[in-house]
């Protein structure tokens, strides 16, 4: 059985929820990457993503300078254990369609790594199709739609 921490990217950076969403922006670009876990210090409080800052944040209106990551940042964030198995938590990456999870030491509960469903393509393909299916299937909203 092959583990998360077989697989995760470990060392990932990880941004304040009291930076700015040009920061965050910033850093997505500096480290090519769609998403970064927020954290307190040590505590894991949430994700921002590249959707967060367009969705939650641009297309709001608000000012990208002037705007905290805390503000528009994922605070429902699915995490999982090093020691689970990749076929487990693929699992559960596309029951609730989500394309990355942080990973979290077990014992400490601090933020060890980030596992993405491009890091289980070559490993696991057949049961990543499936995931890629179920997290690609449309779904509703988190928003309320503004009326014009």
Known sequence: MQTIQEIMTPNV???S???TVQRAAQLMDELNVGAIP???GDRLVGMITDRDIT???TAAGQSPDR???S???STDVRTCFSTQSVDEVLGQMGDVQIRRVPVIDEKSHQLVGIVSLGDMATRHSASVDRALDEISSPSEPDRTPTQH
């Open 67 to 69: 705007t905290h990551v």
């Open 55 to 57: 969705v939650r944040s």
């Open 13 to 15: 950076q990880t941004i």
């Open 17 to 19: 929820p009291q930076e």
């Open 71 to 73: 503000d528009v940042m």
């Open 38 to 40: 927020v954290c307190d």
